[in-house]
């Protein structure tokens, strides 16, 4: 391996330039030596690769190796056979699940749908998301008794208008809008039917939820982190697992001690986004008609 985090080996590379193509940074330039025609790192340019694995991947004669890439985790690509109308059903009647039958999800489900979140794209072509998996009752029980408390004490002090203030000067105005208009409205009233003992609509009763972590500087780490979560909700649902994207939960892991706590979260990381995961306990008989709010041409 050279300085640079690609080796493009001289023997195998054939010259046909598509790692240069392909490379979103145009870190392989082709060089001509003795009339042969083969690819090599600009030297100017190897600090800015963002290991992508893209040059890889594109290779027809496996000459390329990068930094950090395992060479025998590039399979073969498969036709996936998906069809646009398979995809387009596929994604109509997809459903957030919010009612999840009490069975455990058995950790090998879990890890399956792992391995497709690994796979969603990054803003800087390689991965920093981590994923924290909550399964166990006793645990999810402590981190929901906790979300409630750090939910109640910020209702709490926003109706002080001098804590509130402070909160609008360090969250910022629309964040302070969308708690008081959406967020705690709905909470008081999943705090009344858990102190009802009519079950935890915060954490939706799940048998199991996905926390997904990024270093707090990452570029792009809170965009990654959705779209991971998005996709390991796609996963799931190919497995006849339900699931539901929960933006109530990722605030509470970051600003509740007890919870950072409970899930071990390092002061660099932070919770960008969550999922529900479990059985479904209903099926859904009709898609939802939704339309985008607006489509302009320019
Ligand atoms: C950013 C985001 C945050 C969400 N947060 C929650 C949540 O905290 N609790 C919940 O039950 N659903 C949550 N959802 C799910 C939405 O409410 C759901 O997508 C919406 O009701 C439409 O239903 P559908 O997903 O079945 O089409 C969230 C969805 C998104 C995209």
Redesign the pocket.
Known sequence: MTKTPILIKEVECKGCGLCVSVCPRRVPVISEENGRKKAVVFEGRADVCMKCGQCVAVCPSGAIVVEGLDPAGFEPVRDSGVSYENLSAFFKS???V?RYKKEPLPMEIIEKILHVAASAPTGTGSCSTGVIVVDSAEKLAEISSAAYEMYSSLDKALSNPIARFFISKKAGKKMVGTLETFVMPGFRWYRRWREEGAGDELM?DAPAVLLFTSPVNEPEGEMNCIIAAYQATLAAKTLGVGS??????PPACNRSPAIRDIIKLSRDREVYACITLGFPKLGYKRT?P?KLAGVTRV
């Open positions: 997809r459903r957030s919010r939706r539901c994207i929960n933006g109530l939960l939802i939704r």
